[in-house]
């Protein structure tokens, strides 16, 4: 009789051990859910910040068209590509690169833009880069841009260079690639990149 109930207390410490176990895997699944939640939520409040980011980079670009030949460090704007820039301190670079690497910093009102913390907590920066080798004027050679044709009218001559009605003389108009990084800073401190390419007519 004294070895069954020594048996029987043997299987209930083992069930209890399978229960607190069985416990523990609840309280960790439900832990993950959560963090797994709240990042999808952040993402997704971070995307709907780093919008407001983007449009604010185009119309900053849209009302100073005529200050983009040359980097404007205070706006958050520079003239080149800067392909050797970290922009977010991962350390991804063309392979052209070679150190030492730059890393952009966000916090810096001489390299970004920040906008005003929104309703959701989230802090927005930006900058922009023109998508040219060098400063100065659009060279299609060493930015990336786009040529479109307008019909205008044919020369009738040589000598008379008159215009015909109807006639075509193809007119290029180049248009300039510009990649807009944004980053967004939540309450927690997590942060989340965002990167659009926007081209606008020169």
Same mark, same amino acid.
Request: charge should be negative; hydrophobic fraction near 40%; aromatic fraction near 8%.
């Given at each position: 009789m004294n070895r069954q109930r020594g048996i029987v207390l043997i299987i209930a410490l083992i069930v209890l051990v399978a229960m607190t176990? #069985? !416990?523990?895997? %609840?309280? *960790?699944?439900?832990d993950t859910s959560s963090i797994i939640a709240g990042n999808i939520a952040f993402r997704q409040g971070g995307v709907a910040s780093a919008d407001a980011g983007v449009e604010a980079a185009i119309a900053w670009l849209g009302a100073n068209s005529s200050l983009l030949e040359k980097d404007r460090p205070g706006k958050g704007?520079? #003239?080149? &590509?800067?392909? =050797?820039?970290?922009?977010?301190? /991962?350390?991804?670079?063309?392979?052209? =690169?070679? +150190? +030492?690497? @730059?890393?952009?910093?966000?916090?810096? +009102?001489? !390299?970004?833009?920040?906008? +005003?913390?929104? @309703?959701? &907590?989230?802090?927005? !920066?930006?900058?922009?880069? *023109? %998508?040219c080798a060098a400063e /100065?004027?659009?060279? /299609? /050679?060493? =930015? #990336? @841009?786009?040529? !479109?044709?307008l019909s205008e009218g044919r020369s009738q001559g040589i000598a008379t260079q008159e215009k015909i009605y109807g006639d075509i003389d193809m007119v290029s108009i180049s248009r300039v690639y510009y990649r807009v990084t944004v980053r967004v800073e939540g309450p927690r401190n997590n942060a989340s990149f965002i990167q659009a390419i926007v081209s606008l007519p020169v």
């Open positions: 176990l #069985a !416990s523990v895997a %609840m309280v *960790r699944s439900v704007y520079f #003239a080149t &590509g800067q392909d =050797c820039l970290d922009l977010t301190g /991962g350390g991804h670079f063309d392979k052209e =690169c070679k +150190p +030492p690497f @730059a890393v952009l910093d966000w916090k810096s +009102p001489d !390299s970004v833009v920040t906008l +005003p913390q929104d @309703a959701a &907590g989230n802090k927005v !920066s930006y900058v922009i880069h *023109r %998508m /100065g004027a659009v060279d /299609g /050679g060493k =930015c #990336a @841009a786009d040529q !479109s044709a």
